[in-house]
């Protein structure tokens, strides 16, 4: 078994092979990424035998295009979290930091580590993600508008004062756009270019949250049935999951996504901490459905009041309920994929 380890960058790959003992057996750079350099890799590892495997470190904006070479090759393909690299390489005798020994170091700990992720092509949760992440931004744009927007307003009356958040709507950037065109200064004018900009943008993210909305009520109709996940908390589900089917049980789901519980030996091993490991971004989306269900579902909120019944406290609560909330995501996003593949092998048929 041969573990070829990969250090991805931006204008460059290095790759290190080692045996199943860690022992390194080649070293090699590519001078590109393009498609060529990644294929070259390939024939490369060729003298290594067919029984390889490629382990990359978890940065796909950095990996995309390898991944992608790589599996339209027929390789398999792994991926290593920067935190478990960056430990392998701090074990490691190796002195300093360079290519070839972030290369070695995920070589290494794919070795230790055999249930990583593997890579795949999976256009869907990409476009989705590509999708979410665009209108994040343009929300995170709207949001620097508004608030010079809302310092001009101050400076032209400082008794004008919206109230928080109703700058988004289009009524209320009417009523600012015709108060403003009662002034004839400099300020009035800008104050007007940021109330276009910001009416524009809230066009664009609104027509964005129409088509995740329409995507994940095709790609993903189990997991919109769960009470709380609506158009944007699905996109983000399936755009960072990136294909369920890779997590070998719930359980090592709910590690990726920072639900699974961490214990307390501090004399206490009933009681959990909070734990920050995990995809962030998921926890995130997991812990609004929460707070959804918690305010809306009576299933919820009975199992945290039974819970607050034995002592838990508010917070402790809302963690059970987001580690079985995992749970269900989990079965939801497996019977999407199902019938995903259901409807590819009919038409292959």
Not at 47 to 55: E, L, M, N, P
């Amino acid at each position: 078994m041969i573990m070829l380890g990969i250090d991805a960058h931006k204008r460059s790959h290095t790759v290190v092979a080692v045996d199943h003992l860690g022992r390194q057996l080649g070293i090699k750079t590519t001078k590109a990424t393009t498609t060529a350099e990644h294929l070259e890799l390939v024939r490369w590892a060729d003298q290594f035998g067919v029984d390889r495997t490629w382990a990359v470190e978890d940065c796909r904006h950095l990996s995309r295009r390898l991944e992608r070479d790589m599996l339209a090759a027929g390789e398999s393909l792994v991926r290593v979290p920067p935190k478990m690299m960056a430990h392998a390489r701090d074990a490691a005798r190796t002195y300093g930091k360079s290519d070839p020994i972030d290369a070695m170091a995920v070589a290494r700990a794919a070795l230790r580590e055999p249930n990583l992720p593997t890579a795949h092509l999976d256009p869907a949760s990409r476009e989705l993600r590509l999708l979410v992440d665009h209108r994040e931004d343009l929300v995170a744009e709207r949001t620097r508008h508004i608030n010079r927007l809302r310092w001009h307003m101050h400076e032209i009356d400082p008794g004008w004062d919206p109230s928080p958040r109703c700058l988004t709507t289009f009524k209320h950037l009417r009523a600012v756009a015709a108060r403003l065109a009662g002034h004839n200064t400099v300020i009035a004018r800008i104050a007007a270019d940021l109330v276009a900009r910001i009416h524009q943008l809230t066009v664009d993210v609104n027509s964005l949250e129409a088509e995740l909305d329409t995507r994940t009520s095709r790609l993903a109709p189990k997991l919109r049935e769960v009470h709380g996940v609506a158009g944007l908390s699905a996109a983000k589900l399936v755009g960072e999951v990136a294909a369920v089917g890779r997590f070998h049980s719930r359980h090592a789901f709910a590690r990726h996504n920072g639900t699974a519980p961490t214990p307390v030996w501090s004399g206490n091993s009933d009681r959990h901490r909070l734990s920050r490991a995990g995809n962030r971004q998921l926890n995130a989306a997991i812990h609004r459905i929460a707070l959804t269900q918690a305010r809306s579902h009576p299933d919820a909120r009975a199992y945290l009041e039974r819970r607050t019944e034995k002592n838990a406290t508010r917070k402790e609560a809302m963690r059970s309920l987001k580690r079985r909330l995992s749970d269900v995501i989990y079965r939801a996003m497996l019977a999407d994929a199902e019938r995903v593949a259901d409807r590819h092998d009919r038409r292959a048929a």
